[in-house]
């Protein structure tokens, strides 16, 4: 079973909205933390946000905010005002901190800001 | 779904070993494969881009002598780590894409360098 799950391959956001990028997620663990990424065209990967499993309060880092649903094993990236350079891939990644910091990927949305 | 087998998963030698590390995409043509070293914390470092028969293009600061990359094939890339050292432990991860940006990317499950 796919350990991350990214549903959206593509989504597009009018700017100066706020876009919803999905992710699940399918551990065992008790301990885990969930990150976001984004990937700008060059390959790197930036370190957005991160949840951990014990965190009762949903992530924030400036216009980026984590909606952690544990329940339902969902951690959904929000973008608030999305702007022109926010296009980029995004990538959800869960590491399981109880078996070797195993870490795991989604496969990624991709992200088209419009003018 | 598409597969990225990485391997070994763990690695535990000696200081001055040489490490070979492989990513092969299982059921997809892989034009490009990105190997990342995670740091402490969150981080994850690009180290270079391979393309399916040229060479790698590495990231400022990486050193290629150091950090060979090979993309043979449309299915293998190869990361070998020279005459490692205790600095270079690591976790190592590679992704590799079919064809242009902003497709789906595909991760292998890492490998964990531990150097002694």
């Known amino acids: 079973a796919q350990k991350i799950t990214q549903t959206q391959p593509g989504m597009f956001v009018q700017e100066k909205e706020a876009v919803t990028l999905d992710c699940t997620y399918d551990?065992?663990?008790?301990?885990?933390?969930l990150f976001w990424y984004k990937q700008p065209s060059s390959g790197e990967m930036i370190f957005l946000i991160y949840?951990?499993?014990?965190?009762?309060q949903n992530a924030t880092e400036g216009r980026y905010s984590l909606n952690f649903q544990k329940a339902r094993k969902s951690a959904n990236l929000v973008i608030s005002a999305s702007q022109l350079g926010d296009s980029a891939m995004y990538f959800c990644?869960?590491?399981?901190?109880?078996?070797?910091?195993?870490?795991?990927f989604g496969t990624g949305t991709s992200l088209t800001v419009i003018p | 779904g598409a597969v990225v087998s990485q391997h070994p998963s763990r690695v535990i030698c000696k200081s001055g070993t040489s490490v070979k590390i492989e990513c092969r995409s299982l059921?997809?043509?892989?034009?490009?494969m990105f190997w990342y070293r995670q740091f402490p914390k969150k981080s994850l470092m690009l180290m270079a881009t391979?393309?399916?028969?040229?060479?790698?293009?590495?990231e400022q600061g990486v050193e290629k002598d150091k950090f060979l990359i090979n993309h043979a094939s449309l299915t293998l890339s190869t990361l070998t780590v020279t005459s490692a050292h205790p600095e270079d432990s690591s976790f190592y991860i590679c992704?590799?894409?079919?064809?242009?940006?902003?497709?789906?990317?595909?991760f292998g499950d890492g490998t964990r360098l531990s150097i002694l």
């Open positions: 992704s590799a894409r079919q064809g242009r940006p902003r497709q789906p990317q595909h």
């Open positions: 551990t065992s663990d008790q301990s885990y933390g």
């Open positions: 949840q951990g499993s014990y965190d009762e």
């Open positions: 990644a869960m590491r399981e901190e109880n078996t070797g910091n195993q870490f795991y």
């Open positions: 059921d997809f043509q892989a034009t490009t």
């Open positions: 391979s393309n399916e028969g040229s060479k790698a293009t590495y």
